[in-house]
C-alpha cells in the first residue's frame, strides 16, 4: 500500500514570534523553520508502517516556499522514498491545501494518507478533514493509534472525554497527536541517502488548482499583555490574597 | 440571515461549549437555528430549545448519526447549510472534526476557533499559539466557523424555540464507531470549570496528583495538567491544558510544578487571576501569574489544602 504524507514548513515552536510593526503578519524573516511537529509525527508513523510491511511506498507532499525543500529532504532523510514540491509564492489556505492534496491524491492513488492534525503556526486544524471531503475519504482525526487490517483501518482518536475508536474503510485519512508516537532523528548517512532520493517541483497550475482565498487578514496585533503579578512570601499569604484582594475563593 | 448552529451532545445532553457558541450567533445577528443530529437525542434537542435567541431546533435522529461521525454529520449539515449564511459549531473535538468538512463540501473557508465577532464577516481568532491575534474578514457566501467557547458566555436557558424533526439521512458507509474510553470523573468538567488546579512534569508522578486532587475537593476545582505531565504518563491526555489540549478561561487558575512553555500558555492565559506555585523562582510562568509562590509543592499543597 502507498503512503501519502503532508508536511509543512513553519516557524519553529521554540521560537517567540514578533508581530510586525504595521500589523500585516507575524515577522518571519530570519526566524528558525521547522516541520511542523504534528507532520513529523505523521512521516514517523509511515516509516513504522512501512516497517511493518504495511505500507510499500511512502510518498512526501509539500506545498509551500522553494525553502519548502528542506522539510522534504528531512522527510526523506526520516524513510519517506520520494517527495513532491507543489511550490506556491503566497500563502495558501486550508481550502487551496486541501484542493491541491486532492489532486496529488487522484495522481498517486495512495491507500493511506496521513497528516498533521494542526500547523503550529496559523491553528486551522482543517486540511485533513477538508481532504476528507473533497475526496470522499473517511477521516481518523486527533489519532493516538493506528491500525491497519486488510481492507480497514482502526483508528484511536482523541476526544474531549478521553478516546474514542472507529473503523474506516480504505482509502482514508488519518490525522497525528502529539502521542501518536515519538519521531525519530535523521541519522547522517540516511541525510546524505536522503539528497539522491527523488523530489519532484510543480506548480498550482500544473495541477490546475485555483488558491484563491476568499478570506483576508486585517490585521494581526499582539494579544493583550497581561499585568505583572506579585511574588507572595507563604501559603497563609497567598490565601489571604485569593480570599481578599482577588476574591476568588 | 440565518444562523445554523451545530450543537454538541451526548446525545442525552448538550455540551456546555453550544451555549456559549449560541451566544455568538447573537453577536453576528440574524435567526439562530440549532441542529441537533444525534440518536435517541431528544433530551439534548429539548436542552437546545430553551438556550436564549435561539428560535428553532431541528432534530436528526438516526442510528447514523449516533456517535457524531464526522463523514455522515458532514453530509447533513452541508445539505442544510446551504440555505444559511453562517453555519457555527462549537471548537470542541466533535465541532473541528466535523466542520472542515462542511466547509469543504460547501466549497468555502473554515474560520477556526474565533474568540470575537467584529461584524458578520470579520472575526477575530488567535495563532500562533495565541501568541498573535489575526482579524479576519471572510468573502464566502457561508461563512463556517468555529467558536471558541472561552470566548464567549454562555447563552442563558430561558427560551422556548419550536422543535422540528428531520427526515433526512444521511450515511457515507464508510466509517464506524467502534468503542470508547471516557475518564470517568465526579470534578467539574474542564472548560466549564470556575476554578481549575494543573500540574506539571515537577509533580513527579502520577500518585502526586492525589495532592491536586485534595486542593481541588476543597475548592469544588476541576483538575488539569500539563503537556509534560500528559506526556511522562501522569495523568490522561484529556486533562491537557494547552495549544493542543484543551483551552480554559476560569476564574482562578492555579499551575502547580508548571515551568509555562508557551505551548501551556496557550491553553490558560485567558484565565481571570493566575497562580503559580513552583520552586524554580525563574519559570516563565511567573511572568503571567497574578500571585507567585516560590516553594516546593509537596509542602505548599498539604499547607494550602490544612489553609483552605
New interface residues.
Partial sequence: MKVLVAVKRV?D?NV??R?KADNTD?DLTNVKMAMNPFCEIAVEEAVRLKEKGVATEIVVVSIGPKEAQEQLRTALALGADRAILVETADKV???GV?KILAKVVADEQPGLVIMG??S???????????????T????G??A?EVAVDGEKV?VT?????????????LP?IVTT???LNEPRYASLPNIMKAKKKPLDVKTPADLGVDVA???????????AA?S?????G???E??E??KNE?K?? | MGILVVADHNNASLLGATANTVTAAQKIGGEITVLVAGSNCADAAAEAAKLNGVSKVLVADNAAYEHLLAENVSLLVAELGKDFTHVLAPATSNGKNILPRVAALLDVAQISEIIAVESADTFKRPIYAGNAIATIQSEDAIKVITVRATGFDAAAADGSASIEALASVQDAGKSAFVGAELAKSDRPELTAAKVIISGGRGMGNGENFELLNKVADKLGAAVGASRAAVDAGFVPNDMQVGQTGKIVAPELYIAVGISGAIQHLAGMKDSKVIVAINKDEEAPIFQVADYGLVADLFSALPELEGKL
Avoid: W
Fill in positions: 516557524i515552536y517567540k514570534i508581530v507575524v489556505d486550508s481550502l486541501a492534525k494542526q503550529i503556526d496559523s491553528d486551522n486544524n482543517q486540511t485533513g478533514q477538508m481532504l476528507g471531503a473533497l470522499g475519504m473517511p477521516q482525526t486527533f493516538s482502526s482518536r482523541e476526544i474531549d472525554g478521553g478516546l474514542q475508536t472507529v473503523a474506516l474503510n482514508a497527536d502529539l502521542r482565498s476568499k478570506v483576508k487578514t486585517l490585521k494581526v496585533e499582539a494579544p497581561r505583572a503579578g506579585i511574588k507572595v507563604s501559603v497563609d497567598l490565601v490574597k485569593l482577588a476568588v475563593i
